[in-house]
């Protein structure tokens, strides 16, 4: 599986729109993006997944560059609840191996 | 609520003994995925299993094991248990490809172990 890069933390005001970077300059023509977040010792929880083109669903977007090398996270209108650790993980999509393997993700912070 | 059931949420035991956490999958999904999380560190993928059979092996220290069971349960084993067991451990299911997705994971809230 390809390796992501991610910035340690972030912070954003509350009622402003998060944009969490990753770099992953490796992945392959067969592996997705997917985004997932952890909040305090809570199970992680999926937000978004994307392969070539932009995504969008009730959570967030999925911004991913032409060469497919980075993707952004967008969260449009965060909240305090949005406080969290989010992880960026690419892997392809293989039937019965799917284990995803998380790095240290980003901490966003929602300040109010 | 993911759909994915862990028991027990919470587990105190003595340096030296014996656990085993339990998780139910989300109907209908194969696979089932162990992870460990201590305090501060990140989620470390233990072992796989997808219907009945292990299918991928992470950072799994000899003396714990783990089976799943024919309705599709799992059960993780802890063994000779020390301090640096104490953590958090998760359960996450998911669905054969082409059912929901490119195989997302749904995990549970995960069972806490406390070793004294």
């Known amino acids: 599986d390809a390796k992501t890069t991610q910035p340690t933390s972030m912070d954003c005001a509350e009622g402003r729109a998060a944009n969490l970077p990753c770099n992953h300059s490796t992945i392959s023509g067969n592996e997705y993006v997917y985004w997932y977040r952890q909040i305090h010792s809570q199970g992680p929880q999926y937000i978004i997944h994307g392969l070539k083109n932009n995504e969008t669903n009730e959570m967030a977007s999925l911004i991913i560059t032409e060469d497919r090398k980075s993707s952004t996270l967008i969260l449009p209108h965060a909240t305090l609840r949005d406080t969290a650790v989010y992880y960026c993980i690419v892997r392809a999509a293989i039937q019965g191996a799917q284990k995803l393997v998380f790095g240290q993700g980003t901490r966003l912070t929602i300040n109010p | 609520d993911s759909g994915v059931t862990q028991t027990p949420k919470h587990l105190i035991t003595a340096t030296g003994q014996r656990v085993t956490l339990r998780c139910s999958p989300r109907?209908?999904?194969?696979?089932v995925y162990w992870y460990q999380q201590s305090l501060d560190q990140g989620l470390q993928f233990l072992i796989q299993y997808y219907n009945g059979e292990e299918r991928a092996k992470g950072n799994i220290l000899e003396r714990f094991s783990a089976q799943q069971f024919p309705d599709l349960h799992s059960e993780l084993n802890l063994s000779s248990l020390e301090l640096g067991d104490s953590a958090l451990y998760f359960c996450?299911?998911?669905?054969?490809?082409?059912?929901?997705?490119?195989?997302?994971?749904?995990f549970g809230e995960g069972s806490r172990l406390t070793v004294l």
């Open positions: 996450a299911s998911s669905p054969p490809l082409g059912v929901a997705g490119p195989g997302e994971l749904f």
């Open positions: 109907s209908g999904d194969l696979s």
